[in-house]
């Protein structure tokens, strides 16, 4: 559980502090969605909304099992959404199940 957190908040702490030299692998949402899911075969695995600047943005990560690759994205309200990460490998933590008689 606590991986998962700390994954979780790792790519939502990227994403806010993301730098506007990331500004160049914006568009409008459609075509970034579009992109993903016909070139890279991802899918939107997990997001939520972040405050940044006084206004507020979604938070998405999009994901290939076929590939392994991912996709951090923010999308601001105006519709534009930037592309703050990439890369290869992802996968899932997987929480701890503690057996019958073992303490938690």
Known sequence: M???L????????MAATAPPAFAQGCAQREHV????QDSYSEELVFGGLQKTRGAQAIMEVWTSKETGSYTVLVTQANGISCIVAVGTDFFEAIPKI?????PS
């Open 98 to 102: 503690a057996l019958k008689g073992e």
């Open 33 to 36: 969605i579009a992109k993903l």
């Open 2 to 4: 606590f991986k998962r």
């Open 6 to 13: 700390f994954g979780l908040t790792l790519a939502f702490g």
